[in-house]
């Protein structure tokens, strides 16, 4: 498994892995070319892949390019990769990114359907105010 | 009293990793932890780095070791050159916790281990199954070991003779902190007995347990400190 910064290349397996998952994660349409448009400079894009799988787990930090001050995170895990600690791994290091840029609180919006990810971002210190979810970090 | 935790790790970012880490990163008693990664493909040092930043260790006190490129064959003789490696970052410790990353103890592990005194203090590894639905850095507070059998009979052994999975164990077992020869898994290390000069000397753990007593020191394990390997942390990777 290999942490990196989405490139170009990673792009189309990233489109086809997000295809593919539960549509509880859409802060994007899922194509090549929505992604191209949602990555700015300045936020952040993390994908990780295997040899095998292509793009597996996806994380992003975005809102500084538009100048918010408290990013919004997001993370996407490959339906065939779960249960292995990915998504948590992948907050924890966004939340290490968003803390050496400077962060004090990461926010994310959680689907109200989806149980799986309250939970998960309650256990990690989010509480929800409003539409979204905070954390400080 | 001052504890230096050493662990392994390799190709572990979809292993967990996060529990794993942050279960050893808070576990009262230790001061410092130094981590070994074998050099692999993956993103393991990256999360560590992270998740000890998420812990609120400072470089110093949780530093990572990447292994050299070029690596002995034998599976032993490596892990012993990168044991011996860790076990070289000893500085003023008290003690040294050798725990393998991939398994829980109690939060009071180091406690535990403390109030036996002599220079190696094993615990009790257990092979859990089915024991825990929920993993998390809260795990340990709650190991039902009932049913779990003893899993390190390469590690633990007496007079030349390995321990067995089930009981009676070992003609030597006692339900009760007992001396054996060695111990592995976990086990906490009086760190004088280091800065003399032992090692694992191409033999894991046990040649660590043999390279102490023959310098004198005394091996127990305290069969009341839970040691476990929880089965539904194995996952595979693919690469």
Redesign the interface.
């Known amino acids: 498994?290999?942490?990196t910064r989405l490139d170009d290349a990673l792009v189309t397996p990233l489109a086809e892995m997000l295809r593919g998952i539960e549509p509880t994660f859409r802060p994007f349409d899922f194509t090549p070319e929505a992604i191209r448009m949602a990555v700015k400079e300045g936020d952040e894009h993390w994908v990780?892949t295997?040899?095998?799988?292509g793009v597996?787990t996806y994380g992003m930090l975005r809102g500084w390019a538009e100048g918010y001050r408290v990013p919004a995170l997001g993370v996407a895990v490959d339906d065939q990769?779960r249960?292995?600690?990915?998504a948590?791994?992948m907050v924890?290091?966004l939340?290490?990114?968003a803390?050496e840029r400077g962060c004090t609180h990461v926010m994310l919006h959680v689907d109200d359907e989806n149980a799986g990810a309250q939970s998960l971002y309650r256990?990690m210190g989010y509480r929800q105010e409003q539409d979204k979810w905070v954390c400080t970090l | 009293m001052k504890v230096l935790c050493l662990s392994m790790w390799f190709n572990d970012a979809g292993k967990h990793i996060a529990d794993r880490a942050v279960h050893l990163l808070t576990k009262p008693g230790i001061t410092r932890w130094v981590w070994s990664i074998r050099p692999g493909r993956d993103c393991t040092p990256q999360f560590l780095v992270a998740l000890a930043d998420y812990a609120g260790k400072t470089a110093d006190q949780a530093s990572v070791y990447v292994e050299p490129e070029e690596q002995p064959a034998d599976r032993i003789e490596r892990l012993s050159r990168a044991g011996d490696a860790l076990l070289s970052t000893v500085e003023d410790e008290d003690y040294v916790l050798w725990h393998e990353s991939d398994l829980f103890t109690p939060d009071d592990l180091v406690e535990r281990l403390a109030a036996i005194d002599a220079a190696v203090v094993g615990g009790w590894p257990l092979l859990s199954h089915d024991q825990t639905k929920s993993l998390g850095i809260r795990t340990q507070k709650r190991m039902y070991l009932e049913g779990a059998i003893f899993y390190d009979t390469w590690g633990y052994r007496k007079d030349g003779t390995r321990f067995k999975n089930n009981p009676p164990y070992h003609e030597c077992y006692r339900e009760e902190p007992f001396p054996l020869d060695t111990v592995g898994s976990v086990a906490l290390i009086k760190a004088d007995y280091i800065r003399r000069g032992a090692r694992m000397n191409g033999g894991g753990m046990v040649g660590l347990c043999d390279s102490i007593r023959q310098m004198g020191g005394e091996v127990w394990c305290d069969p009341r400190v839970p040691v476990v390997q929880p089965t539904e942390l194995w996952t595979m990777n693919d690469d």
């Open positions: 498994m290999r942490l990780i295997t040899q095998r799988s597996v990769q249960r292995g600690g990915l948590t791994a924890l290091f939340h290490y990114r803390r256990a």
